[in-house]
């Protein structure tokens, strides 16, 4: 499933794609994502896009 575009979505739209996209499975080990995003929540890290200041390919960029 591909991002909601900021034009075509609502921040609850885009909050809650961020939320199923990067779910914590508890087990950091397997999983990586807080190593990925420095040790921030998912909704944290992409909070720009949630509010609608920058594109998610952008804000992806800042973690890989």
């Known amino acids: 499933m591909r991002p909601p575009e900021i034009k075509n979505s ?3 739209e885009r909050r809650q794609y961020i939320k ?3 779910r914590c499975i508890a087990d950091c080990d397997m999983c990586g994502l807080c190593t990925v995003f420095h040790g ?3 909704e944290v890290a992409y909070a720009d896009y949630i ?4 594109d998610y390919l952008d804000v992806s960029k ?3």
């Open 10 to 12: 609502t921040e609850e």
């Open 20 to 22: 199923n996209t990067f």
């Open 40 to 42: 921030k929540d998912p």
């Open 51 to 54: 509010s609608g200041r920058r």
């Open 62 to 64: 800042d973690y890989r």
